[in-house]
């Protein structure tokens, strides 16, 4: 595994660390399997062959068979253009690694990982910066800089504002513009980190065309923004991004995507859509821990009822 090195112009890269609604039919993503044998079964072998074109067209992120010595080991997943995709596990689990490994910033010992179709080996960071951003776990940045200057590095010549409407509603940022980075609470700084990842590719996520990589956007934000943030994903989705984010809260993520994987030792126990990911056997043999689950119209209410026991 080598991991990539950083230079300054790479500065939107942090150094510090459903919609499209998956087009009916589709025979790609993370069930893709089971669906690609049923299209194969179609007996025109013509229009099956252009079909599958079409939606390998929409895969924006794919990883196959890739190891990262003692860390991952991911046999084939991959992200459709617009998905909202969750990433749950217990600690260890892989998740930070998945990301990096998405965002071209470390690299595999084996296997085969793609942005936009073309292998991860043949983008330059800069270019990678333009197309993707990624929020890392701990990413926070030690400038001595008000929130407003720091923000203004990353929006493009392209925006008429600094923070566009739809972030600021969801992010709540201006209240402390004027403060200095180090003067902001554990949540504010995250909502900035937050706001300073998406702004980075704008103007792409304006058109519908941003992928984004979150580690664990919730960490530290208070209720009414965690809800407000997994809301703005999925309000970016819609527009046809694609957003992978990482989360320790299961009900809230099997409440706000379009896929949820499920992550273990390295390994991806689990894909596809919430209900067949997030069930009582899935989740107590994962996180080791009893779970209540029940569904009430299309919302799953998950409960954790018997926790770790000291005794
Ligand atoms: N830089 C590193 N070098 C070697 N091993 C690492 C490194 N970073 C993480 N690991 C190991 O890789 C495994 C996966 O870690 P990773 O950070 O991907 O897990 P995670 O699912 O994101 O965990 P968490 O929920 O705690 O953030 C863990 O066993 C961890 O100890």
């Given at each position: 595994m080598t991991t990539k090195n950083f230079t300054a112009q790479q500065r939107p890269v942090s150094s510090t660390n459903p919609q499209i609604n998956a087009i009916e039919g589709d025979i790609i993503g993370t069930n893709s399997k089971q669906k690609v044998s049923s299209k194969d079964e179609v007996a025109d072998d013509k229009s099956a062959a252009d079909g599958q074109n079409q939606a390998e067209d929409h895969i924006v992120l794919s990883v196959q068979h890739v190891k990262v010595a003692s860390r991952l080991w991911v046999e084939g997943i991959s992200a459709k253009k617009g998905e909202c995709i969750h990433i749950i596990g217990?600690?260890?689990?892989?998740?930070?690694?998945?990301?990096?490994?998405?965002?071209?910033?470390?690299?595999?010992?084996?296997?085969?990982?793609?942005?936009?179709?073309?292998?991860?080996?043949?983008?330059?960071?800069?270019?990678?910066?333009?197309?993707?951003?990624?929020?890392?776990?701990?990413?926070?940045?030690?400038?001595?800089?008000?929130?407003?200057?720091?923000?203004?590095?990353?929006?493009?010549?392209?925006?008429?504002?600094?923070?566009?409407?739809?972030?600021?509603?969801?992010?709540?940022?201006?209240?402390?513009?004027?403060?200095?980075?180090?003067?902001?609470?554990?949540?504010?700084?995250?909502?900035?980190?937050?706001?300073?990842?998406?702004?980075?590719?704008w103007p792409q996520l304006e058109h519908g065309e941003g992928i984004v990589l979150l580690d664990e956007p919730l960490q530290g934000l208070d209720i009414r923004h965690q809800y407000a943030l997994a809301s703005l994903v999925k309000f970016l989705c819609k527009k046809g991004n694609t957003i992978l984010m990482t989360s320790h809260d299961i009900a809230l993520s099997a409440n706000y995507c379009d896929s949820l994987w499920l992550m273990q030792s390295g390994r991806m126990v689990a894909s596809g859509r919430p209900l067949e990911v997030a069930t009582q056997t899935n989740l107590e043999k994962v996180f080791e821990c009893h779970f209540a689950i029940s569904k009430r119209d299309n919302f799953l209410e998950i409960q954790v009822c018997a926790p770790i026991s000291l005794e």
């Amino acid at each position: 595994m080598t991991t990539k090195n950083f230079t300054a112009q790479q500065r939107p890269v942090s150094s510090t660390n459903p919609q499209i609604n998956a087009i009916e039919g589709d025979i790609i993503g993370t069930n893709s399997k089971q669906k690609v044998s049923s299209k194969d079964e179609v007996a025109d072998d013509k229009s099956a062959a252009d079909g599958q074109n079409q939606a390998e067209d929409h895969i924006v992120l794919s990883v196959q068979h890739v190891k990262v010595a003692s860390r991952l080991w991911v046999e084939g997943i991959s992200a459709k253009k617009g998905e909202c995709i969750h990433i749950i596990g217990p600690n260890g689990a892989g998740k930070s690694t998945l990301l990096l490994i998405l965002a071209g910033l470390i690299e595999a010992d084996e296997g085969n990982v793609t942005l936009l179709g073309k292998p991860m080996d043949n983008w330059s960071l800069a270019t990678l910066a333009s197309v993707r951003t990624l929020l890392a776990q701990q990413s926070e940045s030690g400038f001595h800089l008000s929130v407003k200057e720091y923000l203004s590095f990353y929006s493009s010549a392209q925006q008429s504002v600094l923070i566009p409407a739809v972030l600021e509603k969801a992010l709540e940022v201006s209240d402390f513009s004027n403060k200095i980075l180090t003067q902001l609470s554990g949540g504010e700084r995250q909502r900035v980190e937050i706001c300073r990842a998406l702004l980075q590719i704008w103007p792409q996520l304006e058109h519908g065309e941003g992928i984004v990589l979150l580690d664990e956007p919730l960490q530290g934000l208070d209720i009414r923004h965690q809800y407000a943030l997994a809301s703005l994903v999925k309000f970016l989705c819609k527009k046809g991004n694609t957003i992978l984010m990482t989360s320790h809260d299961i009900a809230l993520s099997a409440n706000y995507c379009d896929s949820l994987w499920l992550m273990q030792s390295g390994r991806m126990v689990a894909s596809g859509r919430p209900l067949e990911v997030a069930t009582q056997t899935n989740l107590e043999k994962v996180f080791e821990c009893h779970f209540a689950i029940s569904k009430r119209d299309n919302f799953l209410e998950i409960q954790v009822c018997a926790p770790i026991s000291l005794e």
